[in-house]
């Protein structure tokens, strides 16, 4: 975590789905950094731990709920593990990328069960205790691969456009009590997610590079702060500008 950081979270929680690796787990130490209370969620309970450690060594606080979100009983659990939230982090994802008539029907609904229906039961479920509360911040992780047309990535990209819509709409339907809703449309990251592939679409990009995961848990920290109090409905590409190209 960086050593300077303005508190502009404290008294909040924020769930980072996805958190216990790449950009998630960049969020949780960014949004732990301000002084939320983070709900870590994930599946690899080995790699959580070691989350939790290093943002409590850094005298931030988190916990650890781990389920499933591709399944309705996953998301459900996280739901109630969960409890009471501020910020909803959507990130957990999959990617899959290769010749549209290699992935089956299957592995189609897979990639959108996790990366449209999770976040979209997640929001139904949170968002109104926010309207309640007249507060609330909501963000997810799109991609460029739902802005642009990129080989091999038909289905992954339509799950990532599908993040658009949703949060244009779910936009209309809370912000007016209150509760903003954005979407960050990130360029390639180095994660977990094939490096020689990242490498390849980071220098198509202006800047020429692929990003690291803090350059969008940065960007995450500031949408969710009450710095970007006016800040809703919005897709906020961080993708080294390849997406003005
Ligand atoms: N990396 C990029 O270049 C890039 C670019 C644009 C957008 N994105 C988006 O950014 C998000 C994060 O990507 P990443 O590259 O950081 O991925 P990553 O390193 O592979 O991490 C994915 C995270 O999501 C969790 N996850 C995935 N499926 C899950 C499920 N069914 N239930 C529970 N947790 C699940 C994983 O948890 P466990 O491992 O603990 O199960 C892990 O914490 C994704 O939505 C991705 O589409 C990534």
Do not use: C
């Not at 969620?41 to 070691?50: P, S």
């Not at 916990?63 to 957990?92: Q, W």
């Not at 802005?147 to 990209?157: F, K, P, S």
């Amino acid at each position: 975590m960086s050593e300077i950081q303005t508190k502009d979270l404290e008294g909040q929680v924020a769930l980072v789905t996805g958190a216990t690796s790449g950009i998630g787990r960049a969020v949780a130490f960014q949004l732990a950094a301000q002084g939320a209370t983070v709900v870590v969620h994930g599946r690899d309970v080995d790699r959580a731990t070691q989350v939790l450690e290093e943002i409590e060594l850094s005298g931030g606080q988190a916990r650890f709920v781990a389920t499933d979100i591709s399944t309705t009983d996953g998301v459900r659990k996280l739901v109630d593990e969960a409890g009471d939230i501020d910020i909803l982090v959507n990130n957990a994802g999959v990617a899959w990328f290769g010749p549209s008539v290699d992935l089956d029907a299957d592995g189609f609904d897979a990639l959108f069960d996790s990366n449209v229906r999770a976040p979209y039961l997640l929001v139904a479920a949170f968002a109104p205790a926010m309207v309640a509360k007249g507060n609330g911040s909501i963000i997810s992780i799109s991609s460029m691969a739902g802005l642009v047309g990129l080989a091999g990535g038909a289905a992954y990209g339509a799950t990532k456009i599908s993040l658009v819509g949703l949060t244009r709409a779910w936009a209309a339907e809370y912000s007016p009590s209150g509760v903003r809703v954005n979407t960050i449309a990130s360029g390639p990251v180095y994660t977990a997610s094939d490096p020689a592939r990242t490498k390849a679409t980071g220098d198509t990009t202006l800047l020429g590079r692929a990003a690291q995961p803090e350059e969008i848990a940065n960007v995450v920290g500031f949408i969710a702060s009450p710095r970007a109090s006016y800040v809703t409905g919005a897709v906020i590409p961080v993708d080294g500008g390849r997406t003005a190209i």
